[in-house]
């Protein structure tokens, strides 16, 4: 499967941003898909995850805060980010695997292209 992440930009802190990850090449309702970030100068890191039955799982720095949700109908998935601070500037990477095994990145073989969030104080 192919996915394709956009909805990045500038945005001011406290505002809110929704990143889409589209997918074609495949039926994405059978891959768990996950949002991962990568700020500068620092590694890539776990954000969220949707399972195939829509389970969810939010890292803790976003808890609360950002909701991953899933439109099988229109074979993509969101990162709905509400009161964005500056440490979440970052490329968000859109990822999907066939089963889920562990919330590393090695574990998801198909990636995104990444999108640029960039929060100003």
């Known amino acids: 499967v192919q996915l394709q992440a956009s909805g990045g930009g500038l945005v001011q802190a406290g505002e809110s941003v929704r990143l889409s990850c589209a997918a074609s090449g495949g039926t994405f309702s059978g891959y768990v898909v996950a949002w991962f970030r990568q700020a500068p100068g620092k590694e890539r890191e776990f954000v969220a995850l949707?399972?195939?039955?829509?389970?969810?799982t939010h890292a803790d720095a976003v808890k609360g805060r950002f909701t991953i949700s899933r439109d099988n109908a229109k074979n993509t998935v969101y990162l709905q980010m509400n009161n964005l601070k500056s440490e979440d500037t970052a490329v968000y990477f859109c990822?999907?695997?066939?089963?889920?095994?562990?919330?590393?990145?090695?574990?998801?073989?198909?990636w995104g292209q990444g999108t640029l969030v960039t929060v100003s104080s």
């Open positions: 949707i399972s195939r039955s829509g389970g969810l």
């Open positions: 990822a999907a695997s066939r089963t889920l095994i562990s919330f590393k990145e090695n574990a998801f073989g198909s």
